[in-house]
C-alpha cells in the first residue's frame, strides 16, 4: 500500500488530487492556506483523517505567510477560523485545529515550529491508530472472510492504512485470504476510490451499486460489514457517508455483523446523540452531473444530504484504536476515561 494522500516539505503540502482518481495521478502543491481551505471545500482530499491533517498543515502554512500587517494572534485566529469552516460534519477537522489553536504565540517564528511539529505528530499517530483499529478487527475476523464497506475510508482518507481498510491491509499482508465489495458511493463514488487502493495492493475488491449491497447479504456473501466514520456522538450514534445507515439497517435484518472503524478523534462527546451532528449538504450538480456530463434527470429539485445517522443500536461494534467497544454512552465515556492503548 503506496499511496500518500498528503505530504508535506518545508512549507509546502502537496495534496493528491482525489476529484482525478483513478483515470489520472494528480499531486498538487499548495504554499497558501485559502487555496488549502478551497482543496478540502471541492473534496481534492476528503476522508475524515485526512481534511483533518490536512487543515492542520493549512494552518502552519498560514502561519508561514503572515507579513506582519496584522497582530500576528488576530491574524491566527481568522486563519483557523477559515480552515475550521470548509466542511461541517467531520469532527477531525475541528479536533485538529482545536489541538493546534493553544500552540499560536505571539512569535510567529515560534508559532511555526509549533504547529509544525503537533502536524507531524497528528499525522503520525493516525498511521499508528489505524495500524491498531486493524489489529483488533482481525480478531473478529477470520481467513477466507467476505467484507462490505462503503465510501473511501481507506489509506487516501487517512496517513496509511485507512480506517474501514486496515484489517484489510492486514489480512492480507499476512497471507489471509480475504473478498471485499466496495459500494460505489453515489453522488460522489468514493467506492472507486476503495476500488482503486484496495486493488492497486492486490486484494481481492469487487465494485457493486450501493442498492445491491442488500442483495449480497440476503444471498448469505457478507460475513461482515465494516465502515468508517465522520463523527460519532457519545451515546454511538455514528456519521457516515449517506448510503451507510441503510447498510446497517439491512445488516441488522440479515444477522450480519456491521462494525464502525473509528479512531478516537472522531468522537464528539460533547454532543448527547446523532441528531445534533450537522450535516454537510452538498450541491445538487453531485447528483445531476457525472464527470461534469449532465444525467437524464430533469430539472426538478435536488436533496443531497453527504451524511447519514446510523442508529447506536444497529452497530455491532466500534474499533478504536483501544480495542473494540460496544455503541452505547457507557462504552464510550468508559473509553475516555480508561484510553489505555492496549
Ligand atoms: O465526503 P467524504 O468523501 O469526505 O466522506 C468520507 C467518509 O464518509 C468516510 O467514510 C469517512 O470520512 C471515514 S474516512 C476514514
Not at 303 to 326: C, M, Q, S, V
Request: proline share 5%.
Amino acid at each position: 500500500m503506496n499511496i500518500n494522500a498528503l505530504s508535506y516539505n518545508d512549507g509546502v503540502l502537496t495534496l493528491l488530487d482525489q476529484t482525478k482518481l483513478p483515470h489520472a495521478t494528480v499531486y498538487r502543491d499548495y504554499t497558501d492556506y485559502e487555496t488549502i481551505a478551497r482543496a478540502i471545500e471541492e473534496m481534492i482530499v476528503r476522508g475524515a483523517p485526512a481534511i483533518g491533517m490536512t487543515a492542520a498543515y493549512g494552518a502552519v502554512i498560514g502561519a508561514r505567510q503572515f507579513t506582519g500587517d496584522a497582530h500576528f494572534t488576530d491574524y491566527m485566529e481568522n486563519v483557523i477560523d477559515r480552515l475550521w469552516h470548509t466542511r461541517p460534519t467531520a469532527v477531525n477537522l475541528m479536533w485538529a485545529l482545536n489541538r493546534l489553536k493553544p500552540l499560536v504565540r505571539d512569535n510567529p517564528a515560534e508559532t511555526i515550529q509549533r504547529l509544525e511539529q503537533a502536524a507531524h505528530d497528528i499525522f503520525k499517530e493516525d498511521a499508528e491508530i489505524n495500524r491498531r483499529i486493524g489489529e483488533h478487527l482481525l480478531e473478529v475476523l477470520h481467513d477466507g472472510v467476505t467484507l462490505l464497506t462503503h465510501c473511501n475510508p481507506g489509506a487516501l482518507a487517512t496517513a496509511a492504512y485507512g480506517t474501514a481498510t486496515a484489517p484489510m491491509y492486514l489480512a492480507h499482508e499476512r497471507g489471509w485470504n480475504i473478498k471485499v465489495y466496495s459500494d460505489e458511493t453515489r453522488p460522489r463514488l468514493q467506492g472507486a476510490l476503495t476500488a482503486y487502493e484496495l486493488s492497486q495492493a492486490g486484494i481481492d475488491v469487487t465494485t457493486i451499486t450501493d442498492s445491491t449491497a442488500a442483495t449480497l447479504m440476503q444471498q448469505g456473501k457478507i460475513d461482515a460489514v465494516i465502515v468508517g466514520c465522520d463523527r460519532i456522538a457519545a451515546n454511538g450514534d455514528t456519521v457516515n457517508k449517506i448510503g451507510t445507515m441503510p447498510l446497517a439497517i439491512c445488516a441488522n435484518y440479515y444477522n450480519v455483523p456491521f462494525y464502525v472503524a473509528a479512531p478516537t478523534p472522531s468522537f464528539d462527546i460533547s454532543l448527547a446523540d446523532g441528531s445534533r451532528i450537522p450535516i454537510e449538504e452538498r450541491q445538487s450538480v453531485e447528483v445531476t452531473t457525472l464527470n461534469e456530463q449532465a444525467l437524464s434527470i430533469p430539472d426538478v429539485p435536488v436533496y443531497n444530504p453527504a451524511f447519514d445517522i446510523t442508529p447506536h443500536k444497529l452497530i455491532t461494534g466500534i474499533a478504536t484504536e483501544h480495542g473494540i467497544i460496544k455503541a452505547n454512552k457507557e462504552a464510550i465515556i468508559q473509553l475516555f476515561e480508561k484510553k489505555e492503548i492496549t
